[in-house]
């Protein structure tokens, strides 16, 4: 069964400062890659997507990943972050090929403070 | 935004008193999903349809059961409540434009078992 790990419970960063979440995940094959945002009291919001092919992707709200094998990883990161991106994180992992309709799961999540 | 309700959207009840958490959605989309969010553990799939009358077991689906009679809704029943379902519950789809494999997510339900 597929697993993923969020090492950072909580990160702080000051307003205008990069950001890189971490994401580790552990799977027989390369799996379909997900990062989402939940903001206080929300539902989730899909951030952005691995499927195949380029493996640095790009994502809403300026966000971007880069997926890579030989660490079974996907990092989300952002060049500078805004107030507005405070929020919680999880990663999500979906086995490839089980032929539609997937059962996404879930990283514990990484608590995003962000500091003015 | 995604058309997926959730009903109620906070609930407190007591243990042992069943409960029906709704979620309707106005995509058309094949697959629905109920998860469970907690502190600790990110969030886990309790029950997926793939279809009306179609539907399988998640991660977590002990004290539970779903059901699936059109399409737009899924239901979540909890047989009977206990404490450990203190939860808040997220319906999700997929299987629309963008594919099988990207999920939606309602607003949530915040279910406190007393």
């Known amino acids: 069964a597929q697993s993923v790990t969020q090492p950072d419970i909580h990160i702080t960063v000051s307003e205008g400062a990069s950001l890189e979440l971490r994401c580790n995940y552990s799977y027989g094959a390369t799996p379909y890659l997900f990062w989402y945002v939940q903001s206080p009291g929300q539902g989730l919001q899909l951030l952005l997507k691995y499927f195949s092919g380029d493996t640095l992707v790009q994502g809403i709200k300026g966000f971007e990943a880069e997926f890579k094998r030989s660490q079974s990883s996907f990092n989300l990161r952002k060049p500078s972050v805004h107030w507005s991106d405070a929020a919680e994180y999880f990663c999500?992992?979906?086995?490839w090929g089980t032929g539609g309709g997937n059962k996404l799961t879930f990283g514990t999540g990484t608590q995003l403070k962000v500091e003015l | 935004d995604a058309g997926i309700t959730q009903s109620p959207r906070h609930k407190v009840t007591e243990t042992g008193t069943p409960v029906t958490l709704r979620c309707h959605q106005t995509e058309n989309h094949r697959y629905m999903y109920w998860y469970r969010q907690d502190p600790g553990h990110g969030l886990r799939l309790i029950h997926y349809s793939y279809g009306v009358k179609d539907t399988d077991k998640g991660e977590v689906s002990d004290g539970y059961s779903v059901s699936r009679s059109k399409t737009e809704d899924f239901l979540l029943t909890l047989e009977s409540a206990t404490s450990s379902q203190t939860s808040v519950y997220f319906c999700?789809?997929?299987?629309?434009?963008?594919?099988?494999?990207?999920?939606?997510f309602g607003p949530g339900t915040r279910l406190t078992v007393t």
């Open positions: 999700a789809i997929s299987g629309g434009a963008s594919g099988a494999y990207e999920q939606y």
């Open positions: 999500a992992v979906a086995p």
